[in-house]
C-alpha cells in the first residue's frame, strides 16, 4: 500500500493557460474524490467517482472544470482557462465501500500568476 | 445543510500542558460520521478518527482521546501532554451517508502550537 499519489506537487501558471492533474488512489479503492482547500480554509468538495462514474459534482465546479476516472482506476483534474481565483490546493482521497475514513494525497498546490 | 463550526482558530500551549480542540457540527440525519484530521506543515491530511452517529462512547488513543455528545452535537478532540510534534492544523469533518457517497464536509480548523 503506496498510499494516494498526486502529480505534480506544484504548478505555477499564467492566467487563461489550461493545467491537468492527476491523483493515482490506493489501489484497491473504488471510490475517489476531489477536494479544494484554499489558505486558511478547511477542504471543499469538488467532485467523486465510484469506480469510473462520476456521480456528484459540486456547484464549485464551473464549466472550466472537468473530471475524468478512465477504467476506475488515477483520475485527472482539468482547469481550462485559468483564473487568479483558481489558486489553491488541490486534493485528492479515496476509500473502499466498507469504510469510511478518506486517504488523503499530498495535493497540488497551483499558483496562477 | 450540513455544517462544521471549529470556533478556534488558533491556540498555542506550552509543551506537556493538555489541549482540547472544539467542534461543533450541524446535520439533519440521523445517521452520519465525525472525523479529525491531521494536517501537518508539510500539508498532508492524516485521517486520526471517525465516530458514527450512534456510538456516544469516548474514545481513547494513547495521548488522544474524543468527546462526543449528540446532545450538544459536539465532537471534541483532547491532547494530553503536548509535544512539539503534535503542531499542525486539526479538521473536524462530517459525512453524511448519501447513496455511497461521503464527502466530507469540512471545519475552517483550529492551528495548533506547542511551545517547547
Known amino acids: 500500500d503506496t498510499g494516494v499519489s498526486q502529480d505534480p506537487r506544484h504548478k505555477i501558471t499564467k492566467r487563461g493557460q489550461n493545467v491537468t492533474f492527476r491523483c493515482d488512489p490506493i489501489s484497491e479503492h473504488n471510490r475517489l474524490y476531489w477536494y479544494r482547500q484554499t489558505l486558511g480554509q478547511g477542504p471543499e468538495f469538488l467532485t467523486y467517482?465510484?469506480?469510473?462514474?462520476?456521480?456528484?459534482k459540486s456547484r464549485l465546479l464551473s464549466d472550466r472544470f472537468s473530471a475524468e476516472r478512465p477504467k476506475g482506476s488515477f483520475s485527472t483534474l482539468e482547469i481550462q482557462r485559468t483564473e487568479q481565483g483558481d489558486s489553491a490546493m488541490y486534493l485528492c482521497?479515496?476509500?473502499?465501500?466498507?469504510?469510511?475514513?478518506?486517504?488523503f494525497g499530498p495535493g497540488t498546490r497551483l499558483t496562477v500568476t | 445543510a450540513q455544517k462544521v463550526t471549529q470556533a478556534q482558530t488558533e491556540i498555542s500551549v506550552v509543551e506537556k500542558e493538555d489541549v482540547t480542540l472544539d467542534c461543533v457540527y450541524e446535520t439533519r440525519d440521523t445517521t452520519y460520521y465525525l472525523f479529525w484530521y491531521k494536517q501537518p506543515p508539510s500539508g498532508e491530511l492524516v485521517f486520526l478518527i471517525r465516530r458514527n452517529s450512534f456510538d456516544e462512547q469516548n474514545e481513547i488513543s494513547g495521548r488522544y482521546s474524543w468527546n462526543f455528545q449528540k446532545s450538544t452535537s459536539s465532537f471534541n478532540f483532547t491532547i494530553t501532554a503536548s509535544q512539539v510534534v503534535d503542531s499542525a492544523v486539526y479538521f473536524c469533518?462530517?459525512?453524511?451517508?448519501?447513496?455511497?457517497?461521503?464527502?466530507?464536509?469540512f471545519g475552517t480548523g483550529t492551528r495548533l502550537t506547542i511551545i517547547p
Open positions: 467517482f465510484q469506480n469510473e462514474a462520476q456521480l456528484e
Open positions: 482521497a479515496s476509500t473502499t465501500g466498507e469504510v469510511y475514513e478518506q486517504y
Open positions: 469533518a462530517l459525512s453524511e451517508t448519501n447513496f455511497g457517497n461521503e464527502k466530507l464536509t
